[in-house]
């Protein structure tokens, strides 16, 4: 049952557009001096295709692609990465003048670069933050297939581009994931000791709990957020549509909850799952967003001391990095969280009663913050039909294409 329902969680998981929407091919040679001897030539040669073969060793600088189908701009280029996994993933690079953060967005279901090309160049202009987008190994132009383990690599193989190539930091970096976008990006995020900032749009808890109302993590599930995020120490932006019909709403709100350091979340209402960036309110969240992360104070380092000694050990970033308006509803929120924690309190309290009956209901008082966790999951009963979920991402896949196309139209 377990590995039938992985691989019914897994098909359900990708759609990569079919054809791609763009194409790729190999950059004009550079103009040389028409006396150069041939030896020259042969050596340039060999050298160009030593730089390729090393391209293919990880990430790194990769090699220089151009892409076709789309607009050309001078502030766009586009790479060929080699992942660990072996496969070679096509990202593509947006420079920004001026700009002081990275963006680095994984992208939803059912789109490629060719789809997202526009809505990246305008949210690096509008956001005034250079932008690395990039295909998971089955999508678009890249090689390979569609799966868990690949988006993890290929997510790696960019970061490390984004480090060794454009002379990015990890205290500058914002990662962005959106729906299945949001599993490569906690992965990531999880593990990075220093990230600015985390964007998540329209994510998922996992993928088995968006087909089924599960309350507990199995080994067979794919994309476990939900017990990645607590790891995540740097401010977390939650963006979701209220009347989201392929992820329902109670995942990023659950997400949200579970974040370490909380930024002011958005929850656009009555937006959907692939159109969010049509409402005003979005690209004017996230402008506030970047602005209030850009004036904060990079991360301090950890020591392996404090590394070692858990998550928990680092809730003291959390005042230096929210903004100051989302500091106070934010910190207001969390500071009635620790009421679960004062049971030694009620203990007390019902020590001096005389009544087990009275007891009793006071342990159920101290237990009801647990009841939330369970609405979340109960939010998805209608949506246990599997061949209902497959329906509903294949109008996802119609509905990306469009709302992509559309978006890129849009203004800010």
């Known amino acids: 049952m377990g590995a039938v329902t992985s691989t019914v969680a897994a098909r359900f998981a990708f759609f990569p557009p079919n054809p791609p929407s763009y194409g790729v091919e190999q950059p004009p040679p550079p103009p040389t001096a028409a006396a150069a001897p041939a030896a020259g030539a042969a050596a340039a040669a060999a050298e160009g295709e030593e730089v390729k073969e090393k391209g293919g060793g990880g990430g790194g600088s990769g090699r220089v692609v151009e892409l076709t189908g789309v607009p050309r701009r001078g502030n766009v280029e586009a790479r060929r990465l080699r992942t660990k996994r072996g496969t070679e993933v ?40 250079n932008l690395m987008g990039y295909d998971y190994s089955g999508y678009g132009q890249s090689s390979g297939k569609p799966s868990e383990q690949n988006t993890y690599a290929d997510i790696e193989a960019v970061y490390r581009c984004l480090i060794e190539t454009y002379g990015a930091s990890e205290d500058n970096i914002i990662l962005y994931g959106q729906s299945v976008g949001s599993g490569p990006t906690l992965d990531l995020a999880s593990r990075l000791t220093r990230l600015r900032a985390v964007v998540l749009h329209s994510p998922i808890l996992s993928g088995l709990r968006v087909m089924y109302p599960v309350k507990h993590t199995y080994w067979f599930d794919i994309y476990k957020n939900i017990d990645k995020i607590p790891l995540v120490r740097c401010p977390v932006l939650v963006i979701h549509g209220t009347a989201d019909e392929v992820v329902d709403c109670s995942h990023g709100r659950a997400l949200w909850e579970l974040a370490k350091v909380k930024y002011e979340p958005l929850w656009i209402k009555g937006g959907n799952h692939c159109n969010l960036e049509l409402y005003p309110e979005y690209i004017k969240h996230l402008k506030k967003f970047v602005g209030a992360i850009e004036k904060s104070p990079p991360p301090p380092p950890i020591d392996e001391s404090t590394e070692a000694s858990g998550p928990s050990d680092r809730a003291p970033m959390e005042p230096e990095c929210t903004a100051e308006d989302s500091r106070k509803s934010t910190d207001c929120r969390d500071k009635t969280r620790p009421s679960v924690d004062h049971r030694h309190s009620t203990d007390r309290r019902e020590k001096a009663r005389g009544s ?48 992509f196309k559309v978006t890129a139209t849009s203004g800010s």
């Not at 420079?95 to 997202?116: F, P």
């Not at 246990?384 to 979920?389: E, G, I, P, Q």
């Open 356 to 403: 087990t009956d009275r007891r009793d209901k006071g342990r159920k008082s101290v237990d009801q913050p647990e009841k939330p966790r369970a609405s979340v999951d109960q939010s998805d009963r209608p949506r246990r039909s599997v061949d209902r979920f497959g329906g509903m991402m294949k109008s996802m896949r119609l509905r990306n294409i469009d709302c």
């Open 90 to 129: 096509v990202a593509m690079h947006v420079r920004q003048a001026g700009a002081k953060l990275t963006l680095l967005y994984s992208h939803g279901n059912a789109a490629d670069l060719g789809q997202m090309y526009e809505l990246f160049v305008e949210l690096s202009s509008h956001l005034n933050v």
